[in-house]
Each structure stands twice: as C-alpha cells, then as structure tokens.
C-alpha cells in the first residue's frame, strides 16, 4: 500500500534556530497537509496544500507541495517553545473516499529554551 | 462549540473483556474515523464512516466493531480485548466533498486504552 516517509523521527533543537522537515512518497498525491499534535491532545491542521509546486505560509510555518506530487516539506522559523509537539504529514488522494488519508510516522520537536 | 468529544479518556481493561468508546461531533460533519496511535507509528485508520448507517474498513480492522446509527456519533467496539490493542484512540470527522477530499480532520482528544 501506500506509505509515506517522514524524516527526520525527531529533533532536539535551540530556541530561535529553524527547523526543517520532509515526507516522500513513491506515490503521488493530489492533496498534502501538515498536521500538529501537542502533548496528551489530537492533531490539529497547521497547513493544506492543494497544488503542485505550491507554498504556502501560516504564521512562522512555510510548507511546499513538491513539483513531482510526492514530497512536501515544512519548515518552521525561529522556533519557540510551545512549537513542541509531533508533526505529521499526511497525502490524499482525489477519487477515493477520505478514508485514503495516509499519514506519515510523525517528527517529533523537541525545544530547548 | 465543542467540536469531537470521545468517551471514556481512559480505560483499563483485561484480556477478553469488552467494551466500547464513544464518538460524538456537533458540526453536521457527514465523514467519521476511528485511528489508534502507537509510539513510532503515527496515525493508522482502523474504520471510517461516509455517512449514517455506513462504515467501511481502515488499515487495521481487525479485532474491532464500529456502528453509525446517529450522523453525530461513531462507536468503536472491542469484543476481545488483547494487549496488542492497548494504543491511544482518536475520533476524527470531517466535511465531505463530492468531487476531493479536503483532508481536514478535526481530532478529539483521544482515548488512551490499556489492556493487561
């Protein structure tokens, strides 16, 4: 089935510095999404990306929709403490059900202040 | 507005006993979904629902119910309890789309069974 790579599987950062992480896929996507997850709560949606080759910026977060349909990326400047959580990424396809959401294993961000 | 609410948050069971958590949603929302959470394996889709009176199969179906009589609720059920299911379980819905997906999930806080 379909699988999605994130890298890295965690982090350890200094308050302040940027942080960049990706997903890929040996398949395509016509749909990526950056996902949030805090300590003890659910996911929440930080960005959606609809287009290939698309950026997009919320806040301190940048996220791309790579050109080829099978990779994005995130980015996050200047980081702060509360950016400490698990992010996921997650591919959909267009013509199936919702149910083909297939979400990557997680970067988990650690925040030294 | 509370959003996805799950029920129990936590729950202790033995091998071989059953039971059931709740899902409810207040935003008229027509998708549901059932995940378990386990350390190193991000999110994995055990049932999802496209509508009242429908429930299709995830990833990881096995040794798990589910039923949709009421648009707002989803009920996940274990009939067996096993200690491979001791996972942390989120509720998930979302708006449908005729034509794509949208991909926004909107999570409850989740439910942390453990299973000795």
């Known amino acids: 089935g379909q699988q999605l790579n994130q890298s890295p599987q965690s982090m350890f950062i200094q308050e302040g510095e940027d942080v960049s992480m990706n997903c890929t896929s040996s398949s395509i996507f016509n749909t990526w999404l950056w996902y949030k997850q805090d300590p003890g709560e659910g996911p929440v949606l930080l960005i959606a990306l609809y287009k290939a080759g698309e950026l997009t910026s919320n806040g301190r977060l940048t996220a791309q929709f790579g050109i080829t349909r099978k990779d994005s990326f995130l980015n996050i400047s200047a980081s702060i403490p509360s950016d400490v959580g698990i992010y996921f990424c997650a591919g959909l396809n267009y013509g199936g059900s919702q149910g083909n959401l297939i979400f990557g294993k997680g970067t988990k961000l650690s925040v030294k202040p | 507005n509370a959003g996805v609410t799950q029920t129990p948050k936590f729950r202790v069971l033995k091998t071989g006993q059953s039971m059931t958590l709740l899902c409810a949603q207040d935003m008229n929302h027509e998708y549901m979904y059932w995940y378990r959470q386990d350390p190193g394996m991000g999110l994995r889709l055990i049932h999802y629902?496209?509508?009242?009176?429908?429930?299709a199969k995830g990833e990881v179906p096995d040794g798990y119910n589910v039923s949709r009589l009421k648009k707002q609720n989803f009920l996940l059920g274990l009939e067996s309890a096993a200690p491979s299911q001791t996972s942390v379980y989120f509720c998930?819905?979302?708006?449908?789309?005729?034509?794509?997906?949208?991909?926004?999930?909107?999570f409850g806080e989740g439910s942390r069974l453990t299973v000795l």
């Open positions: 998930a819905s979302s708006y449908s789309s005729r034509t794509a997906g949208t991909g926004e999930l909107f």
């Open positions: 629902s496209v509508g009242e009176g429908t429930t």
